[in-house]
């Protein structure tokens, strides 16, 4: 199971980014995929959720309207759509995959939002 993310980097606030997270090594449409965050200092934040076929998410109260999730099956990716984004956003973003074995984590991307 390998989960790499990527698209992070540097986005003035008020701006917009995508994240992605290509998947490989097990049948990705099979398991419901989650993004977390963790900023410098903090501990790791949940973003959001989205269910194995992508007609169903659920995000942080704080970020809703802001970010959305979604996903390719047939590419084996999930995405990260941030949008409006804020200094606060600033951090190491993460996706996962819940499989029966446990949760299998990428090894992150960095966001930050500065200008």
């Known amino acids: 199971v390998q989960l790499v993310e990527s698209g992070g980097g540097l986005v003035q606030p008020g701006g917009s980014l995508r994240l992605s997270c290509a998947a490989s090594g097990f049948t990705f449409g099979a398991y419901t995929m989650s993004w977390h965050r963790q900023a410098p200092g903090k501990e790791r934040e949940w973003v959001g959720t989205i269910t194995r076929a992508g007609d169903t998410s659920d995000y942080a109260d704080s970020l809703k309207g802001r970010f959305t999730i979604s996903r390719n099956n047939a590419k084996n990716t999930a995405y990260l759509e941030m949008n409006s984004v804020k200094p606060e956003d600033t951090a190491v973003y993460y996706c996962?995959?819940?499989?029966?074995?446990?949760?299998?984590w990428g090894q992150g991307t960095q966001v930050t939002v500065s200008s």
């Open positions: 996962s995959a819940h499989t029966p074995l446990g949760r299998k």
